[in-house]
């Protein structure tokens, strides 16, 4: 029986112990404090059981989740170690160190961390070409994405080996190829909140209606379609047809240099599937995540001109990643009063505070 060990037991290490018990892994918890995991096994237990069966408990899964007294006993024949400490830098080296001394030599040791690259805490480690970061979307037992990034020195393979396991146990686990702050769900998120935050903040919306905007428009678009998938249907030939078209008016509404969707044009679509390929991006947007699509529209490939995206998306989100500008930081305040009463006195001050800065 496949078995994983689950270092610390708070609200991420118990949701990991859902995904993997349910899916036939014995789970080994572990946490520091006293009673912690013990308590975390009972929730583990009780979301083990099924709504769809009536809350039926799920018997055999719950007999597979353990408590561990020590790192050394959870540790003891694992495939995998899912580490959930609090997001505390020197937290996360002193317990990798200990890893990867008492884990097995084919172990992989993963962190939950959602915002410390592995580099940070792995380097001077002798395994630490088994080290990455699996990032979960909380709850992981009820949100399936995971973000697997290896430091430079993680080994092909064991992304590999990690990304089967994780599928394994029903997550959708998406490869960084290499580090960066936030990952990327978070880098997404964070353009999309400062955006949300200047709109508010500069009153062209209230908060409920942006939300709506999300919850009852993009979102559900984009529940089951990803904003690459969306465009390459939005224009009768795809993706760079898209960029044609749209991409001044998409440059002229998110502030950025036109070059973003425009400039150079290529022969990458043309009729004869020439495919000289500068556009990074865009040819990395049509090949991988909309191949599919792609290929099934290959009849109506005609005509297609792509657009010079080398490298620009990137920078971009940083920009934005790396700007709360005051009128962010209004838009914040704006939200926070809208959607959680008007006592905010102190969020008021720090955020004032902020917009000064
Ligand atoms: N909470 C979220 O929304 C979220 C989402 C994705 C990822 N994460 C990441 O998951 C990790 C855990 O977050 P969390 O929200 O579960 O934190 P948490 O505080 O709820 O749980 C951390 C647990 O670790 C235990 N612990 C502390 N030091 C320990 C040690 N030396 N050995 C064993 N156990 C120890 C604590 O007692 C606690 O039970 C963090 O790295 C966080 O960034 C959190």
């Not at 080996?161 to 959708?172: D, L, N, P, S, T």
């Amino acid at each position: 029986m496949p078995r994983v060990a689950v270092v610390g037991s708070g609200l991420i290490g118990r949701s990991w112990a859902v995904v993997f018990a349910r899916s036939g892994f014995n789970v080994a918890l572990y946490d520091a404090v006293a009673g912690v995991a013990e308590h975390a096994r009972g929730l583990v237990v009780e979301a083990l059981c099924a709504p769809a069966d009536h809350g039926r408990l799920d018997a055999e899964a719950a007999r597979r989740v353990s408590v561990a007294s020590s790192v050394a006993d959870a540790l003891a024949g694992v495939e995998l170690v899912q580490e959930s400490l609090p997001e505390v830098l020197a937290l996360k080296r002193n317990m990798f160190a200990e890893l990867d001394r008492l884990a097995a030599a084919d172990a992989i040791l993963a962190s939950s961390t959602s915002t410390i690259v592995a580099s940070r805490f792995t380097e001077s480690l002798a395994g630490r070409h088994r080290c990455l970061v699996a990032h979960p979307v909380n709850p992981p037992h009820l949100v399936p994405l995971v973000e697997l990034v290896g430091a430079p020195w993680t080994a092909p393979d064991v992304i590999a080996k990690a990304k089967a396991i994780y599928e394994r146990v029903g997550q959708v686990p998406i490869v960084v190829r290499r580090e960066i702050d936030g990952f990327i769900l978070s880098r997404l998120q964070a353009v999309l909140l400062s955006e949300a935050f200047r709109l508010v903040g500069d009153g062209y919306v209230s908060p409920q209606d942006l939300d709506k905007t999300m919850k009852d428009g993009l979102g559900l678009r984009w529940s089951f379609m990803g904003p690459f998938a969306t465009i390459e249907l939005n224009a009768p030939g795809g993706i760079p047809d898209y960029c044609r078209r749209y991409g001044g008016s998409l440059a002229h509404l998110s502030a950025t240099s036109p070059d973003l969707y425009g400039g150079e044009i290529s022969t990458e679509f043309s009729p004869r599937g020439v495919r000289r390929c500068r556009p990074i991006a865009l040819r990395r947007a049509c090949a991988g995540v909309t191949g599919g699509l792609r290929r099934s529209r290959r009849t109506s490939a005609r005509n297609h001109r792509s657009t010079n995206l080398t490298g620009r998306l990137p920078r971009l989100a940083i920009r934005v990643f790396a700007c709360p500008d005051p009128c962010v930081a209004r838009g914040w305040l704006c939200a926070y009063r809208e959607l959680r009463g008007r006592d905010s006195a102190r969020a008021t001050n720090a955020i004032s505070m902020d917009a000064a800065d």
